[in-house]
T-cell receptor, first 108, second 114 residues
Framework: RKEVEQDPGPFNVPEGATVAFNCTYS??????FFWYRQDCRKEPKLLMS???SGNEDGRFTAQLNRASQYISLLIRDSKLSDSATYLC?????????FGIGTKLQVIP | EAQVTQNPRYLITVTGKKLTVTCSQN?????MSWYRQDPGLGLRQIYY???????DKGDVPEGYKVSRKEKRNFPLILESPSPNQTSLYFC?????????????FGPGTRLTVL
């Protein structure tokens, strides 16, 4: 089983739609969690950290479920500019593991 | 401007010809790391460094070397490149491995080994 698993997609959604991505992780001792965004052939950039209580940043909401070992990202009112690959990142003791990413394409 | 720089950005080389990809950060970060990214495999960690003179293997260290003589620089060395090292390489840094420290990535180096 992979340490961090994501559905690679692609997810093709119309503008204005709500889309959700999930990510599961295998190490129950994992300590912190993130979503990074990566545009085509560019470097990953932090989108948001994911806290146990859940957190929101504008149209983006991240949730963590430690019992089931998954994190989620919800994007509301999708914009064309949201088209990118979203990477789930899990951090443990001296180790950072990336998922393969979920590709989102927002269609006009 | 706070940033991570990598050079070269693009490189085509031949099997066996030693090469070095440089990485430098100006944020006084202690933690630096190298990743390679391949289709279907995502980002995989090659080596990381917790501080000057402290380096450790990541998930895919074979065929690579690193050094950390200064805090700001973390070069990646391929002593004898092979075609299976053709990939997109990213250097990253962060202020440490405390729980929610953000990693900052360089722009990437696209390497082709013929």
């Amino acid at each position: 089983r992979k340490e961090v698993e994501q559905d690679p997609g692609p997810f093709n959604v119309p503008e204005g739609a709500t889309v959700a991505f999930n990510c599961t992780y295998s190490n129950s001792a994992s300590q912190s969690f993130f979503w990074y965004r990566q545009d085509c052939r560019k470097e990953p950039k932090l989108l948001m950290s994911v806290y146990s209580s859940g957190n929101e940043d504008g149209r983006f909401t991240a949730q963590l479920n430690r019992a089931s070992q998954y994190i989620s990202l919800l994007i509301r009112d999708s914009k064309l500019s949201d088209s990118a690959t979203y990477l789930c990142v899990v951090k443990g003791y001296q180790k950072v593991t990336f998922g393969i990413g979920t590709k989102l394409q927002v269609i006009p | 401007e706070a940033q991570v720089t990598q050079n070269p950005r693009y490189l085509i080389t031949v099997t066996g010809k030693k090469l070095t990809v440089t990485c430098s950060q100006n944020m006084n970060h202690e933690y630096m790391s190298w990743y390679r990214q391949d289709p279907g495999l995502g980002l995989r960690q090659i080596y990381y460094s917790m501080n000057v003179e402290v380096t450790d293997k990541g998930d895919v260290p074979e065929g690579y070397k690193v050094s950390r003589k200064e805090k700001r620089n973390f070069p990646l060395i391929l002593e004898s490149p092979s075609p299976n090292q053709t990939s997109l390489y990213f250097c990253a840094s962060s202020s440490g491995l405390a729980d929610y420290n953000e990693q900052f990535f360089g722009p990437g180096t696209r390497l082709t080994v013929l």
